[in-house]
C-alpha cells in the first residue's frame, strides 16, 4: 500500500474492502500501543468538543477497526498536548483544572 497523500486517501483506503485482510495487526506498533494506553486512560468525557468532519471521519473509520473510544482518544491528545505546553498556559490563563495544577 503506498503513503496516502491525503486525509481523503486515508479514507479511501480505511474504507476500501481488503484494507483489514491485507495489513498486517501490529500490536506492537507505535499507534497499536498509543490506543491501548488510551484504553487503560479514564477520562470524565461530559463535554462536547468540535472537530473537522474528515479528521473525523479517519479517527471514526479507524475506530471500526482498532476498537478504541474516541472521547478517550481526544482526551489523551488534549491531556498531552496541556502537560507539554503546560507552562506557558499558566502563564497565559489563572484557571484551577486537574491538569494544570500538577
Known sequence: MTKPSSIQGIVDDLTSDGLKNT???NINSP???????????????TNVVYIDKDVHEVISLLKRHKKFSIGNLFSMLGKEFIEKHDSEIK????????????
Open 31 to 45: 499507534m497499536a500501543t498509543y490506543l491501548e494506553c488510551v484504553g487503560e486512560e479514564e477520562f470524565d468525557k
Open 91 to 102: 502563564d497565559s490563563i489563572s484557571n484551577t483544572n486537574k491538569y494544570l495544577s500538577r
Open 23 to 25: 495489513q498486517p495487526d
